[in-house]
Structure formats: C-alpha cells, structure tokens
C-alpha cells in the first residue's frame, strides 16, 4: 500500500459512503470526519445497521435506487464514493431497481455472471459514467489497513508458519482464476478453498468436517490475501471479530492476513477474540508475500 | 491410459478386493471373475454392502484389521490386492486396530495428517513391505474406466465447453497442491473447489447457494481430473450415480471427466439418470487435457 495518509484532502467536497453490514463503514465515517472531510451515508436497507446509521447525516436506500443516489449525492456535493461493508454478491432478488437501474438492468445482470472482479469492475464502471469517482475505503481511511505484526498476543508457530506459506502460494496459483481469496491449510493439507461460498461458510465447512471425525489434521490455518489485479477499491479481503469467531470455531490456530491489503474491522475486539480463543491474528510484511 | 488389457493374467493366484462402499467393488469383481482369475474379497463393515458381498467368496473385517487380512489373504494365496469403493478419509475412530495395526498405528495417524496422495501412498507402502502388490482396480478391470463421449444423450453447448476448458485449467494450476480433484464453474465464474469435503458435499453447497439466490450464474458443470502424479492404483477421481444427482440437485449442465483416467460405478443407470435429468455426462480424450 501506498496510501500512507488519506488521498483526498477536506476541500474536495463531501464524501458519499454507500454502507453495506457490518461495523467498517462506521470505522471509514469516523475515520473521514476526524480528518475534516464531510461524509454522507447512504445506508443500504437490509444490510446497514440502522441503529449506527442514525449518528451520521445519511440517506436510506434499497439496493438498486441508483437514480435515487445520483440525485442525492450530487445535491450533497459529492463526487467521491465509497462502497463498503458487507453486502458481497447479493441475491440478484435483492436488488430494487428505481427506473435508471432498470435500464441498467441488462448490463448488472450480466456483470452477475462472472467472477467477483468481473462484477465489482462493471459496479465501478457504472458509477464513474455517471461522473463519480469510486475510492477505495482505504484509501481515505488508511486506518482500516491490517497493520504488520498480530492482533493479540498469540504468534504462529513454526508449523503454523509452513502451512501459512503453502496457503499463500496456493492463492497465488488460483488468483488468475478470480476465485479463492481464501483457504485453510492445516499439517501442509489444504483443507478448504473458499469460492462462492464466503469465508465464514468455509470456516463452518471445517467445523463440521472435524465434529464428524473427517478431519484429523493439527488445528491449522486460515490465509486470505488479495487476488493480483484485483481491483482494491472495492474489494480487499477483510475479517472482522465473526471471522476470528468462525476460526476458532474451525479449531484453527490462527489467521494469516497480508497486512496493507486487507481491511479489518475493529481490530481492538478481534484481539480481544483472538485472545481469549487462543488464536494469532497475523498481518504479513507485503513485501514478504509478493 | 496403457492398460487395454487386464494387467494380471489368471496365474498369478487369487485378487484379493478389499471393499468399501458403493457398486464398483462388485463390478471389479464380476470384471476379474469374467477374466478368469478368481477373487476373494475382503469387505469393510460399515461400507460394504451386505446383500451384495455374500454373492462372492468374502471375509467380513473391521477397517483396520490388518493383521487379519495378511492371515487370511496368504491362506487364500492372494498376492495382488485391489482397494475399491468409498472409503476416503475415513474418520480415525472409525479404524479398529488388530495387533499388527495397533503397531502401525502412529504412522497411520501421521499419514492421515497430510494431503491424500500422502495417505494412500502410505497405505500402499505398507501393504508392499508385507509382501503385497496393490493394483489399480482399472489394471484388472479395465472396462470400470469412464469411455470418451458422452453417457447418456446430452451433448455440452459452446458455452459449456468453455466452462469446461476453465475447470481443467483451474485442476492444472491446483494440482501441485495435492487438492482439487473437482471444481464446478458456470459462465466462466469458478463457484466451488473441492478440498477436503469431497464432491458429493461440494454439490450440496451449490444447491443451497442456488437455492437462497447467491448464485445467477448460468447452469454450470461440475469437473473432475486426477491430479499430476497421483498415484493411480488408489484414488483416481469417480463418478456413480450418486454425483450425477448430486448435479442435478446443483442445477448443472453437465459432469466432465478425464477419459481412461476416470472411473465410473454403473455407467448404464448413470446415462439414464442424465438422460432423466437433461445432463451431460462427457468423456475427455485424455491427449486433449494434457
């Protein structure tokens, strides 16, 4: 990562942070506001927290009134968006189209039926046609980067350290494939290699696997890490405390990050988490990785 | 594939079958049987199948009984074993070590901690150090191995194909990781990749992510490739009818396997079952993979 300090300064009008679940937009608005730039929220029913959504000055919207956020944002004065929380690869039954998103219908439709980048390149296409600038959230709130070193006081062993090893060089080999930001390797055996199913569903795949007996590999790692190329304005690997939760259900030993480029979600309870549960947290020197 | 003919002439003493779950072991065999060699086979309690062991010359044994099998496969002069049938990964409580097996047994569990390829080619090192010879069940039965061309009446589309094309190259790229057997890919988007939870559970997943709208894509197809330098006496990939459900529970098009590297339980109710459902079931020439 480059972006030591937030790329856009306060005067380049407010910034429009489309807020899926979870608790990092709240993270990104904080961090904006404190560096003196106004945000507006435009909350995604379903998905935002309301409950957090009302500290800000915001917009609610259904997934898909894109009409409606081009209106707004404009009159807002904003020209820069940011796309964040947890709203990955919604149900295309989800999405309520105002009447620009239906002409836009064919297009999305499209753009549903290849891999992650395929669709988040097409989503930012879209808004930079309509003369927006898509911002990774990083990138105004470089706060939300994994640093190096852990979370919490647990450190991987040297076996952890192999399996961590084989799991980023089996990443690397599937990133062409724009699949499998994540895996599980434990005692050098890949046990699980996330696809559509999302991490959290993985780690659950682990914890069945192991109650009925099919696992008896050690505890074993969980390693995400960016796919090459991928377009990191709108989709770094992230983990928040349920991924911390899901490892530790899993029986894993810990998780391994590449730190820089992957975004974390109150890192303050995920070591809390991880250290109750016994797990390291580890962000990798990028260098390292690359 | 070299072996057009059974690898075994009928001299070489009884083939002892050691079975586990499923039709294959059965059809091996009648195969064997029909080739003039005799057979005794050595059924798995807890996967073989009772109503159909009893047709053949049989010892009941626990999984694990090894010092019993050595015993009972010399008396019968047995020196060429096949292993065949569902038993993959078995959870370790289910072994119930004899004595010979209980001094095996810290091995066995370090073999059971690496990838697959480590198991099985632990497992056939012992069988060889007790004056065994394990056997490819395609060696002695050849016509168990999947044909090129389809099963069944449907054809793969254009755009199957190429789905097709990708998971074969996505097996390539995954196999140095001794992992992957299978991927499933629908318009080009990879939606999941096997690893520890086998095929039958990895459709299940697709069914479920269809079923609550995570997946648009296209209809899709499931693809299996044994990996480079597996070790083909043990655990080429399979079909049956089973995983031909399994598809079309997930919503696919169509199954694509590996010609002559491939084997089928029952192809003749695998062809009906697709034919029901309107899958494919192909056979890759194999030069066109490598």
Redesign the interface.
Known sequence: MTEAVPAKPADDGALAIICGGGTLPFAVADAVTKYGRRVVLFAIRGWADPKRVVDYPHYWAALGQFGAFCRLARREGCQDVVLIGSMM?P????IRPDLKTLRLLPRI?GM????DD?LLKGVAAIFEEHGFRLLGAHAVAPEILMPEGTLGRERPTERDNADIA?GL??LT??S?????QAV?V????????E???GTD?MLE??AQ?RQ???????RGVLVKAAKRNQDRRLDLPSIGPQTVEGAARAGLAGIAVVAGSTVVAEPAQIGAIADRAGLFVLGLREQAVE
């Open positions: 690869r149900a295309i039954w989800q439709f549903f039926r290849g891999g395929y084989k060089a089996f080999a599937a062409p494939f724009d699949v499998g599980v434990a005692d050098a055996r890949v046990l699980a290699i696809a559509a199913e569903s795949r682990i696997l009925t007996g099919r696992i008896a590999s050690g």
